[in-house]
């Protein structure tokens, strides 16, 4: 809701001069999503199709509604954002933690217990670990062909009855 008296209410919420009936049908419209029409707010509220029809027009609902679903859509990405960011957090915490107890039980092992792999091992996945978390590769390929360039790549389609198109102008024959 607006936070000062004076100020613009959110174009999804109640405007100032309308009525309290039509923003009930409009909260019925606004929420149907992808079902929403004037149709099925006259239906589920049990009005008359002219009337929520007047008032859609009226308080310009269609483009309340589209704003609505901006909003909406712009507080999902701001969540999904912040969990991811929260994700990468904990995957960082934990790839350290693993590192430590990596370095840790390194240290504690006598060095003719352990083969050059198991450290080799160790190490790498726990860098692996930390470096997608912080959304860096863990790995790059790069694909060449003979000589260091771009590689070849052939795309055969199949014919679907164009091997009868005529000689003069391309036109494909109909049967």
């Not at 006259?42 to 008359?48: D, E, M, S, T, V």
């Not at 507080?75 to 790839?95: G, S």
């Not at 000589?147 to 005529?166: C, D, F, H, M």
Request: proline share 5%.
């Amino acid at each position: 809701m607006a936070a000062n008296k004076n100020a613009l209410p959110e174009p999804w919420e109640r405007l100032p001069k309308e009525t309290a009936r039509a923003f009930e049908a409009f909260i019925d419209y606004r929420d149907s999503g992808t079902d929403r029409s004037i149709r099925s707010t006259a239906q589920k509220l049990c009005k008359n199709r002219t009337t929520i029809a007047e008032w859609c027009k009226k308080y310009n609902w269609v483009e309340r509604a589209v704003q609505y679903d901006a909003e909406l859509d712009r507080q999902a990405r701001e969540r999904n954002e912040k969990e991811r960011e929260e994700m990468a957090q904990l995957h960082i915490k934990a790839a350290r933690a693993m590192l430590t107890k990596a370095l840790k039980g390194l240290q504690a092992i006598p060095d003719d217990a352990m083969t050059p792999n198991d450290v080799s091992r160790m190490i790498e996945v726990a860098s692996k670990l930390e470096r997608l978390s912080r959304g860096e590769p863990s790995e790059s390929t790069e694909m060449f062909g003979r000589e260091g360039t771009a590689p070849l790549v052939q795309i055969y389609l199949p014919t679907n009855g164009r091997e009868k198109e005529s000689e003069g102008g391309g036109n494909i024959e109909s049967k």
